[in-house]
């Protein structure tokens, strides 16, 4: 876990959780941001094990476990007489938190991952709240009260407010009572770390809207389900509006 400074909320690490701490989860993080980053494009076959053995640092038996496990989130493909290509950006699994979080606001796919995840936050997140405030315990409504209030960069820095902000969604979802809507907290935390970096690279001007959160936190308090949904819906319309400004500050691909 890491928590920040003296900051009451926590940011789970989700991230590599599949693999044991060693020199594959290294190697399998540094190759999926060079993908991520566009360093081997799309369609072009990535240097052989030799190479990447010499690239990354590491033995051959921990490159070939390496591009299994990639392979296995979509992005690469292996084939006799093929090579181990770079597959689609279309092929990879954009619900895995690893693929989201090896991308930084200069990657090809930055705008298109913004954008599409805005989207489907749209989509969820406000049934979601609706849900919480008809099903949330006590303790998990105190919790999401607590955690929008704490949205703030003072005084846990922006750190500390971005484990807020995770806690207030995360939360949510967990209080909906639906055992699958509470497994979209990995997802959602890769997003928001993504959302913060990206929407501060390419509109500074946008921040966080601290009372929005709040407003929606007091809904589900209140134990007021379609007033939270509309709170909810009316606050990630705000972060679409912020992705389109995204998508327009960046160039055509």
């Known amino acids: 876990m890491k928590k920040s400074a003296s900051s009451p909320f926590e940011l789970p690490d989700f991230f590599l959780n599949e693999l044991p ?8 993080d540094k190759l999926g941001r060079m993908i991520a980053r566009g360093e081997f494009a799309e369609g072009v076959t990535i240097p052989v094990e030799a190479e990447l053995c010499d ?9 070939r476990e390496a591009t299994k496990v990639l ?3 979509g992005m690469l493909r292996t ?52 849900l919480a405030a008809e099903n949330g315990t006590s303790e998990q ?12 960069p003072e005084p846990y820095g922006m750190d500390g407010m971005l484990a ?7 939360t949510i979802l967990e209080a909906t009572g639906n055992l699958i809507l509470a497994q979209l907290r990995g997802l959602i935390r890769a997003l928001l770390q993504f959302s913060y ?20 936190a ?22 679409s509006d912020t992705a389109e400004k995204i998508i327009n500050a960046s160039p055509a691909e």
Do not use: C
Request: no cysteine; hydrophobic share 40%.
């Open 21 to 28: 701490t060693g020199s594959v989860k290294t190697a399998v």
């Open 55 to 63: 690239m990354l640092g590491v033995s051959r038996t921990v490159v």
């Open 71 to 73: 392979s296995g989130k």
């Open 79 to 130: 084939a006799r007489r093929y090579g181990t290509r770079v597959l689609p950006f279309e092929s990879w699994n954009l619900l895995d938190p690893d693929v989201i979080v090896w991308h930084d606001p200069t990657s090809p796919a930055a705008t298109r991952i913004y954008a599409a995840s805005t989207q489907m936050r749209l989509m969820v997140e406000p049934e979601a709240a609706k």
């Open 141 to 152: 409504r105190e919790k999401i009260l607590k955690a929008a209030q704490h949205i703030n």
């Open 164 to 170: 807020a902000d995770y806690t207030f969604h995360a």
């Open 197 to 216: 970096s990206t929407g501060a690279e390419v509109v500074p001007e946008v921040q966080v809207n601290r009372q929005a959160h709040i407003d929606v």
């Open 218 to 239: 007091q809904a589900i308090s209140a134990a007021n389900p379609i007033e939270a949904r509309r709170l909810m819906y009316q606050m990630l319309t705000e972060n």
